[in-house]
């Protein structure tokens, strides 16, 4: 599974961003999505994931009424939607693929480069 992720960028305080994570491959061995982030010096954090199939979804409380994961089944694209957004919400956000829900990175096997996202305040 070949992972792509797009849509980082520089915003204020309270704007909005949509991150893109285009799947490709074996994609039938991953069965759920995620987004984690990782700001300088701090370890890789969940943020969401979501279901293929049936596009049940989680988010970590930091992001919950702010961010939306979503899924477009037929291009095998998963999508995080940003709004309201904080400085603490800088870091490099990563998409990743893998069997199970898992809250933990080390529950995915299949990871995307990294884009960049930058609040300022």
């Known amino acids: 599974v070949q992972l792509q992720a797009s849509g980082g960028g520089l915003v204020q305080t309270g704007g909005s961003l949509r991150l893109s994570c285009a799947a490709s491959?074996?994609?039938?061995?991953?069965?759920?999505m995620a987004w984690f982030r990782q700001a300088p010096g701090n370890e890789r954090e969940f943020v969401a994931s979501?279901?293929?199939?049936?596009?049940?979804?989680y988010y970590t409380d930091s992001v919950k009424g702010r961010f939306t994961i979503s899924r477009e089944y037929a291009k095998n694209t998963v999508f995080l939607q940003m709004t309201n957004l904080k400085p603490e919400d800088t870091a490099i956000y990563y998409c990743?693929?893998?069997?199970?829900?898992?809250?933990?990175?080390?529950?995915?096997?299949?990871w995307g480069q990294g884009t960049q996202v930058t609040v300022s305040s």
């Open positions: 491959g074996r994609t039938f061995l991953s069965p759920y």
């Open positions: 990743a693929a893998g069997l199970s829900d898992s809250r933990d990175k080390r529950g995915y096997a299949y």
């Open positions: 979501i279901r293929w199939s049936a596009g049940s979804t």
